[in-house]
């Protein structure tokens, strides 16, 4: 008998009308667990409960929010191993990862019960004489979180954790293949102190509750990150009910290597933000853009490196790479692979499914070479561990080739020489750039978001989301 795990809606678990199985994507006999499927009747409850808490809950004091994230986020830090596994377990990162991510998580929570404490407002000088304005800052109301299934603790947390420091209420509906770190941290969340409704769980499939979600009149705004397609979707319907909204979608990252970088070091970020967790980050980097003097030496210690890379069960020490998350996620994967080398690339490396101890979803990361910037392997989002090498000549068309793509997540650059780095860092047109580091894997604590394509709406995390999660009020007094 598996445990059944039931929505969180007004401070009570209410099942939904099935149980869906979660399945360990690195050994398929492997049941985590029955998550029930929230209907559309129980979304509106949901969304009802959290109208009614809203009232009380936008009005308290900060000291009893401040209170309330901490606890959450000292819970998370002290059980990151734990949920660290759970993540493994269901998502396919490996167990490091995960807990790097659980660990995350709980340092988000804490940084933003110190955000609550720090709000500030401005008096400034009426034009009129004697009269004084004040702008502040109030909750936006209730708002949809809808989060993807490749980070299925930390996401959650940073959509989480600055809507309820500002005082709004929440309605979260994870992806359906990972609902067990949500139902965790929920549960984490209902015995935080904060009231009956203030937060609401609801799992399922986005065609059931995910429409009448960012449909429903009673939800002033939605955050969602996932695929462009779903979002363009969201922003559209957000915009035909005058409803605001914040997306964070794709990347096709590029990473430039110019000749005088560092072999070894620009060899790891590559390998490092293309393959790790299985190149399942909106933030990896799936174009490895290659200036010609440094070309054949990186490709070469590209493939050596790959070689050594273990993939196989997220939770047995010493795996590099777990599984794919899930079966049509892997037939994606290995479609791009099929797909670049009809348009002429190279696959020099992995780009198969392989076998392990146990039935899952595994993957050899795969490098293309001989790849063009007109390529749909170098315009289109895989979301696997798939990378593609461009050659050019020198920087000029480096930085012309990085900024050739729809999307603007996040950039790299591996070099020695700070006339080409800082250069990059102004010309590169992405929302994050790096600088002899990975384009994945970022800090808490500052603002996360995109340009172009892969974002819409405001930033994400550190002080910059109270932009979305709050909304400005202009007061005039007469003195
Ligand atoms: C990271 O690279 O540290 O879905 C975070 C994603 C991003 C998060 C990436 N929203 O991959």
Redesign the pocket.
Known sequence: MTQKYDNLIGGEWVAGGAYTPNINPSNLADVIGDYTQASAAQLDQAVQAARAAFPAWSTSGIQARADALDKIGSEILARREELGILLAREEGKTKPEGIGEAT?AGNIFKFFAGECLRLAGEIVPSVRPGISVEVTREPLGVIGLIT?W??PI??PAWKIAPALAYGNCVVFKPADLVPGCAWALAEIISRSGIPAGVFNLVMGRGSVIGDPLVNHPGVDGISF?GSQGVGGRIAQQCAANLKKVQL?MG?KNPQVILDDADLAQAVELCVQSAFFSTG?????SSRLIVTDGIYTKFVEAVKARMAGLKVGDALQAGIDIGPVSSLSQLEQDLSYVDIGQAEGAVLVAGGQRVTCGTEGFYMAPALLTDTTAGMRINREEVFGPVASIIRVKGYEEALAESNNTPFG??SGIATTSLKYATHFKRHSQAGMVMVNLP????DYHVP?GGRKGSSYGSREQGRYAQEFFTIVKTAYTLS
């Open positions: 995350r993807p490749n980070f930390a996401i990150t964070e990347g399942q980050r909106c933030t990896a997540l996040s384009t994945a894997g970022v996360f």
